[in-house]
């Protein structure tokens, strides 16, 4: 698990981010899980869009186009 408090271009509620991980043969597959008071102000009017941080381009990833984003039916 990584824990970090903010990132460079946003910051998303205080504890509430998780990095699930799948090897995959060689590649290694990441989904990175945050809780957003309010996603628009970090994402903007199109927030189905991916958005990057400057810090990204460090690592050879995959970019992808969209994200996915989910309701909370259950918290604790």
Request: proline fraction near 3%; include cysteine.
């Amino acid at each position: 698990m990584v824990s970090w408090q903010s990132w460079g271009c946003g910051t998303a509620r205080t504890g509430e981010k998780g990095c699930l991980r799948r090897d995959e043969g060689s590649e290694t597959h990441f989904l990175l899980v945050t809780m957003w008071d309010s996603i628009k102000k970090f994402a903007g009017e199109n927030p189905e869009l991916a958005k990057y941080c400057q810090e990204d381009d460090e690592f050879p990833l995959e970019e992808e186009e969209y994200v996915q984003h989910c309701k909370i039916f259950y918290e604790k």
